[in-house]
């Protein structure tokens, strides 16, 4: 493809739409990987079995909690950069029970996680360090989650616009993605 995002070629990716929609149309997809790549929202979003540990021992410092509770509110205070699935929780809640670090109470079908004397003692000597969702940079100003969902958004009309759009709607658009780009570069331009 000629004219890489890197090189600030937005344009070229789009060129040819309306001519000849096979050609167009792979050029489009090309540009869209390249785009999500640039993108990709698992850097920064996949944290280690330790940082799962850490994070349901802070949250349940504060107060019981059931697991869908717990992912929630790790997405939350990460700014919805990191979200840790279903199993990594469950399986934490899981082993820390077995440690003796938390006890579970069943209520409606659902059982809420407290922590024990012991889980304290080792939350509150935890607590020193800085919650896993902050000691990553996640946190705070939603930089690791709000780029990728608006880079990933934009390439989504693009394709649409390419899909569906008239040659002239697409020629619009190549221009719209062009004066974005160079807005975005004269962001970092500033001082």
Not at 102 to 116: D, N, P, Q
Not at 123 to 143: D, I
Request: glycine residues 14%.
């Amino acid at each position: 493809m000629s004219g890489s995002f890197a090189d600030g070629g937005f344009g070229d990716a789009f060129r040819g739409f309306g001519q000849s929609a096979g050609r167009a149309g792979a050029g489009m997809w090309e540009a869209m990987e390249h785009l999500r790549s640039a993108f990709d929202q698992r850097v920064g979003s996949r944290m280690g079995r330790g940082d799962v540990r850490a994070a349901v021992l802070a949250l349940l410092t504060e107060r019981p909690m059931h697991g869908y509770q717990i992912i929630h509110e790790i997405a939350d205070r990460s700014g919805g950069a990191w979200k840790p699935s279903a199993g990594s929780v469950y399986q934490t809640l899981q082993l820390l029970a077995d440690e003796g670090l938390i006890e579970a109470e069943e209520a409606g079908g659902r059982k809420t996680y407290s922590l024990t004397d012991a889980g304290r003692t080792e939350a509150e000597a935890a607590a020193e360090a800085t919650a896993p969702w902050e000691a990553t940079g996640l946190g705070g100003s939603g930089r690791a989650s709000a780029m990728p969902k608006a880079g990933v958004e934009l390439a989504q009309a693009a394709a649409q616009v390419a899909r569906s759009g008239t040659a002239e709607q697409v020629q619009e658009a190549v221009a719209v993605l062009d004066e974005a780009r160079r807005r975005l570069y004269a962001i970092l331009a500033q001082d």
